[in-house]
C-alpha cells in the first residue's frame, strides 16, 4: 500500500511559477513510476507528465511541454513537478499517481496507476 500527499498548489498570476511536490509512503519508492495528471472542473483527467522508476525517462503532455519539468529523489520518496509560464488554462486540481513496475508500463493511461493523492488546487490568474 503507498500512499501520497501532494503540496505546493495555490494561486499565482499569469506567467508565473509553482512547485508541486508529492510526498509518497508505503511501498518501494524505486519500485513505481510516478505521474502527474490534472482535472478542471467538467473535464477528464489529464496526463500532465510522468518519470520511470530510476528517474531517467520523461514524458510530458502536449500541453506542458517546454514549460513543466518533473523529477523525483528516491531517497527523499518524492516527485516534483516544477511549472514555468503557467496560463489560465493551467488551473486544475494536480494529483500524483504511482504505477507498479511493469514491461506493459503506460505513463499516459491513468487506469494503469494504482494510487493517487488527494489532489492540490492550483489557480492561475490572468
Known amino acids: 500500500q503507498v500512499e501520497l500527499v501532494e503540496s505546493g498548489g495555490g494561486l499565482v498570476q499569469a506567467g508565473g511559477s509553482l512547485r508541486l511536490s508529492c510526498a509518497a509512503s508505503?511501498?518501494?519508492?524505486?519500485?513505481?513510476?510516478m505521474g502527474w495528471f490534472r482535472q478542471a472542473p467538467g473535464k477528464e483527467r489529464e496526463f500532465v507528465a510522468a518519470i520511470g522508476w530510476g528517474g531517467g525517462s520523461t514524458y510530458y503532455g502536449d500541453s506542458v511541454k517546454g514549460r513543466f519539468t518533473i523529477s523525483r529523489d528516491n531517497v527523499k520518496k518524492t516527485v516534483y513537478l516544477q511549472m514555468n509560464s503557467l496560463n489560465p488554462e493551467d488551473t486544475a486540481v494536480y494529483y500524483c499517481?504511482?504505477?507498479?513496475?511493469?514491461?506493459?508500463?503506460?505513463?499516459?493511461?491513468?487506469?494503469?496507476?494504482?494510487?493517487w493523492g488527494q489532489g492540490t488546487q492550483v489557480t492561475v490568474s490572468s
Open positions: 499517481g504511482a504505477q507498479p513496475r511493469s514491461i506493459a508500463v503506460s505513463y499516459a493511461d491513468k487506469r494503469r496507476y494504482d494510487y
Open positions: 508505503g511501498g518501494t519508492f524505486s519500485s513505481y513510476a
